[in-house]
C-alpha cells in the first residue's frame, strides 16, 4: 500500500471516510444514525415507499431528492407486478451495499477498480409465507452473491476485497445477524 | 500493622513483565518494588488449565538477563515448566517482590503516586502497570439470557474437561483459548460444537520451521507499534490459533472438524432458549485463509530475499477451510444437546484499583507505546505495546529496555 500520491481514483473518498472514523471514534453521540424510510399501501399487494430524510451527526438531514421505490409481487402469486417484490429489493440493498463497501476498500488499498458486477440469488421456499409447513421458514434458506469483478490486483487482493466488504457491510450484518424489531400500531 | 513506604518505582504485578522491567531499572539503579497479589508467575499457577503449554517454542522466551537453557529449544513449556522458568527468573535477577500484596488502589499525588494495599501503603514517583492483559475472561452480554440448566464455564475457571457434565459442549471463540479447549473437550467424548468469528489461522509448522521462527526471523514480531497500519485493529486482533504440542500439529477449523467438532458462525442473539448464530461463518473462514495466504507470501518474499530457501524446504499453501454446506443458524439449547457453553471470547485486563483518570470510553488505558497519559506512569504486556511480540514472553524485554529508559529520563527531567 503506498501513502504517497496514488493515480487510482474508483470515485471513492477514502480520506473523508478516514477522517470521519477519526473524528467519531471519541464522539459517539454524532456517530449514531437514524434511517427511514416511508410506505403507503396503494392497491393490492403494490405500495410506494418514499426516502427523503435521515438522522445523523447531530442533526436532521434531507437528500438531495426525495427517492421513491414501488414494490409488489409477480403475477404468479396473483399480484399486477407493478414493481420489485420485497425480497428482491433486500438483494438490492444487499448487492449496493457489497459493492460500495468493495469500491470504498479498493480505494483505500490502491486497488484500481474497472468494472464490478454482482449477481444475487436468493432461495426460498414458499411453503413457509404460505403456512403449508411450519419447519419452513419464511425468509430465504440461503443467499448467493457472485462477483465479476475487473481490477489492477491479484485474484487473491480481489477475494480479499470482497471479503473485508462483507465483514463492514450493515446489510450483509442486518441479513446474517438477529435485529430486534419493534412494528407499533398508531 | 500498617506500613507507609517510599520508593522511586512501584512495579505492579511479579509476571515476566513486571520482573523483565525490574531487571531494567535495577540495571539504572533506579530503586523500586515489585508488588505481586499472590506469588511470582500467579496467574500461571492460578486461573490457567491444567493442559495448557506456551504457544511459542521455548528457545523464543529471552527476558533480559535470561534464557532457556534446557536441551529441548523447539518444544513447548507446560504449566510446572512456565512457572519454574519465571521463578528462576525472579531469583536470577534478585528482583525486589513483595508478595501476597494485593494493590487495592492507585491515586495520583503532588509527587507521584500512592499506591495502596493489603499490607500498607506506597509512595513513589513513577509506576508500572504489569498486571497482564488477561485478568477477567470476556463474557458476551447474552450469556445473561442462555436457560439455567446449562453450565456456563469461563477459561479462567476451566481446569479440564471431567469438571463437565457428559454431553455436548459449546465452546464460543475460535482463536487459541477456544481452539485448543474444543480440541481437548472434544477428545473427552463430550461432543464440541464451536462458534467461529473472527479468527486467525496460521501453521504451526512452515517449509519445515516453526512459524514463530518465521516471525521472529522476517522481522514481524518487531514491527513497531508507530509504523502499522491500523494500531487499534493490531492490539484488537485474536491470538494466533496455535499450540504448543509433542506432535506439533496445527490447530487450525479443519483440524477440529477433522475429529469430528461441529462448527456453527458467530453467536448473535438469545430467543428464548434458541441461540442464534450469524451467517457470517463461510466469510470469517475466507478472511482468515486469505489473511493466512498474505503472510505466507510475505515469509515465501522473505526468504528468497534473504537466501534461506535453501535451508528450508519448499513453499507450500494450506487448504481452504471447508464449511458445511448449510451450517445451523440457530440451536436450541432447551433441546438437551448443549449441557456446558464456554465462553472462550477473550481477556481484557482488571484495572479495578486504578483510580487515577487515564481510560478510554472503553475502559482501556490510553497509551503511547507503553506511556501511559499521567506522568510517569507506564504500561507493559499489552497485546502490540510497543511491537508485534510485546505481549509475548519474548516481547517484555525490548519493551522494558525502551519503558525503563523513558522512566529514567522523567526522573531526571
Not at chain 1, 100 to 106: D, F, N
Not at chain 2, 106 to 131: F, P
Not at chain 2, 188 to 216: A, C, F, K, L
Not at chain 2, 338 to 361: C, E, H, M, N, Q
Amino acid at each position: 500500500m503506498s501513502t504517497s500520491e496514488s493515480t487510482v481514483d474508483n470515485g471513492v473518498n477514502v480520506k473523508a471516510l478516514l477522517g470521519a472514523r477519526e473524528a467519531l471514534t471519541d464522539a459517539p453521540d454524532a456517530a449514531q444514525f437514524t434511517w427511514r424510510a416511508s410506505c403507503e399501501w396503494k392497491n393490492g399487494t403494490h405500495s410506494a415507499s418514499t426516502i427523503d430524510s435521515y438522522f445523523g451527526l447531530g442533526e436532521e438531514h434531507q437528500h438531495k431528492t426525495t427517492f421513491t421505490i414501488d414494490a409488489d409481487h409477480p403475477e404468479v402469486f396473483a399480484s399486477e407486478d407493478l414493481g420489485a417484490s420485497p425480497v428482491e429489493i433486500v438483494l438490492v440493498g444487499l448487492a449496493s451495499c457489497l459493492t460500495a463497501g468493495i469500491a470504498a476498500v479498493a480505494q483505500h488499498r490502491d486497488i484500481q477498480l474497472r468494472s464490478v458486477k454482482a449477481t444475487l440469488e436468493g432461495g426460498m421456499n414458499i411453503q413457509g409465507i404460505l403456512g403449508i409447513d411450519a419447519d419452513v421458514r419464511n425468509g430465504f434458506d440461503g443467499i448467493k452473491v457472485t462477483y465479476d469483478i475487473d481490477a489492477d490486483a491479484t485474484p487473491d487482493e480481489i477475494k480479499a476485497l470482497v471479503a473485508q466488504s462483507q465483514k463492514r457491510s450493515a446489510v450483509y450484518d442486518v441479513i446474517t445477524n438477529p435485529t430486534n424489531i419493534t412494528v407499533e400500531v398508531n | 500493622m500498617v506500613f507507609d513506604r517510599r520508593v522511586t518505582t512501584v512495579v505492579i504485578g511479579g509476571g515476566h513483565a513486571g520482573l523483565a522491567m525490574s531487571h531494567c531499572l535495577t540495571g539504572r539503579s533506579i530503586d523500586h518494588v515489585v508488588l505481586e497479589r499472590g506469588e511470582v508467575a500467579n496467574t500461571w499457577k492460578t486461573e490457567r488449565w491444567d493442559s495448557l503449554r506456551l504457544l511459542t517454542p521455548n528457545w523464543q522466551s529471552r527476558l533480559p538477563g535470561f534464557g532457556y537453557d534446557g536441551d529441548d529449544p523447539d518444544g513447548f513449556r507446560k504449566m510446572p515448566e512456565t512457572i519454574d522458568f519465571i521463578c528462576r527468573y525472579a531469583e536470577a535477577i534478585s528482583a525486589p517482590v513483595e508478595t501476597h500484596t494485593t494493590v487495592t488502589s492507585v491515586r495520583r499525588t503532588d509527587a507521584g503516586y500512592q499506591v495502596v494495599t493489603d499490607q500498607g501503603d506506597w509512595h513513589c514517583r513513577t509506576m508500572v502497570l504489569a498486571s497482564g492483559a488477561s485478568n477477567i475472561a470476556n463474557v458476551p452480554a447474552l450469556a445473561a439470557a442462555v436457560p439455567a440448566h446449562i453450565a456456563q464455564v469461563t477459561p479462567t475457571e476451566y481446569r479440564n474437561p471431567d469438571q463437565f457434565a457428559d454431553g455436548g459442549v459449546m465452546v464460543v471463540g475460535a482463536a487459541a483459548t477456544g481452539a485448543q479447549l474444543a480440541q481437548e473437550i472434544h477428545r473427552s467424548g463430550r461432543p464440541v460444537t464451536v462458534s467461529v468469528g473472527e479468527h486467525v489461522r496460521v501453521p504451526r509448522n512452515y517449509r519445515g520451521r516453526d512459524i514463530q521462527w518465521w516471525m521472529d526471523r522476517a522481522g514481524l514480531m518487531d514491527e513497531r507499534y508507530d509504523e502499522i497500519d491500523d494500531i487499534n485493529r493490531a492490539r484488537r486482533l485474536p491470538s494466533l490459533q496455535l499450540t504448543g504440542s509433542d506432535d506439533r500439529n496445527a490447530l487450525d477449523l479443519n483440524s477440529l472438524t477433522g475429529i469430528g467438532i461441529k462448527l456453527i458462525g458467530r453467536i448473535a442473539g438469545m430467543n428464548d432458549s434458541k441461540a442464534q448464530f450469524s451467517g457470517s461463518l463461510r466469510n470469517m473462514c475466507a478472511l482468515a485463509d486469505l489473511k493466512m495466504g498474505r503472510l505466507l507470501d510475505t515469509i515465501d518474499e522473505w526468504a528468497s530475499a534473504n537466501d534461506v530457501d535453501g535451508e528450508v524446504e519448499p513453499a507450500e499453501r494450506f487448504a481452504p477451510t471447508e464449511i458445511a454446506d448449510d451450517p445451523p443458524l440457530g440451536l436450541d439449547l432447551a433441546g438437551g444437546e448443549i449441557k456446558t457453553i464456554l465462553w472462550a471470547t477473550g481477556f481484557r485486563p482488571d484495572y479495578s484499583w486504578l483510580d487515577v483518570p487515564v481510560f478510554d470510553r472503553k475502559g482501556r488505558v490510553r497509551h503511547d507505546g507503553g506511556i501511559v497519559g499521567s506522568p510517569g506512569m507506564y504500561l507493559m504486556g499489552m497485546q502490540f505495546l510497543r511491537r508485534r511480540k510485546s505481549s509475548l514472553i519474548d516481547g517484555a524485554g525490548d519493551d522494558a529496555r525502551d519503558l525503563s529508559t523513558h522512566l529514567a529520563a522523567h526522573l531526571d527531567g
